[in-house]
């Protein structure tokens, strides 16, 4: 347990920010889900549209310290090319 009053202070900011990144990564893993669910559909012009949404959530989670750059940038890629495969498909 934290005994002094900066260790205590500490607990709260970083409970403080625990909660505002849960809320980004959460809200990060919905505009992603929405991309698989018009990948799944097959729909490549809707899947398009999502990923461009989708894509500046996840590079600004990375510039928000959620994510590692490589990380979003490897999640862009891979969801790009699923929607690439739709149009060969």
């Known amino acids: 347990?934290?005994?002094?009053?900066?260790?205590?202070k500490m607990v709260?900011?970083?409970?403080?920010?625990?909660?505002?990144?849960?809320?980004?990564?959460?809200r990060m893993r919905t505009f992603i889900r929405k991309v698989e669910e018009a990948i799944a559909s097959g729909d490549q012009k809707a899947s398009r549209d999502a990923l461009n949404v989708a894509e500046s959530e996840i590079m600004r989670a990375s510039n928000r310290g959620i994510l590692h750059k490589n990380t979003a940038s490897r999640k862009v890629s891979r969801l790009s090319s699923r929607i690439k495969a739709l149009g060969q498909a």
């Open 12 to 26: 709260r900011k970083i409970a403080r920010r625990t909660e505002v990144n849960r809320a980004r990564t959460s």
């Open 1 to 8: 347990m934290a005994n002094t009053r900066s260790a205590k």
